[in-house]
């Protein structure tokens, strides 16, 4: 199983950024998948979770109202769009495959993580 991620880098706060996560070596519509993220000197963090048909997504505090997961099938892509960006929002975000539902389970797969830095 690959992950890839893509999209981030370096924007000012109140921007926005896309991450996009393309899956391999997996029957991608079998999996609810997922973003977390880990800032420096910080525990990683789970951010937002989306089912495997994509029908229900689920949402961080911190980040509800500001960030949409989705997921494209054709693509097999999962979507992090994160809109109104805060400099505590700063980490590298990684891309994760639940093994199950995405709100009960264990990740099970690893992206290799994407930097975004928000500036003040």
């Known amino acids: 199983v690959q992950l890839v991620e893509s999209g981030g880098g370096s924007v000012q706060a109140g921007g926005s950024l896309r991450l996009s996560c393309t899956a391999s070596?997996?029957?991608?519509?079998?999996?609810?998948m997922g973003w977390f993220r880990q800032a420096p000197g910080k525990e990683r963090e789970w951010i937002a979770c989306?089912?495997?048909?994509?029908?229900?997504?689920d949402y961080e505090d911190f980040v509800k109202g500001r960030f949409t997961i989705s997921k494209d099938k054709a693509k097999k892509t999962v979507t992090l769009q994160m809109n109104s960006l805060k400099a505590e929002d700063t980490a590298m975000y990684y891309c994760?495959?639940?093994?199950?539902?995405?709100?009960?389970?264990?990740?099970?797969?690893w992206g290799q993580g994407t930097q975004v830095t928000v500036s003040a």
């Open positions: 994760a495959v639940y093994g199950g539902s995405c709100l009960v389970s264990k990740v099970i797969y």
């Open positions: 989306v089912s495997q048909g994509g029908g229900f997504t």
């Open positions: 070596g997996l029957t991608f519509d079998d999996y609810a």
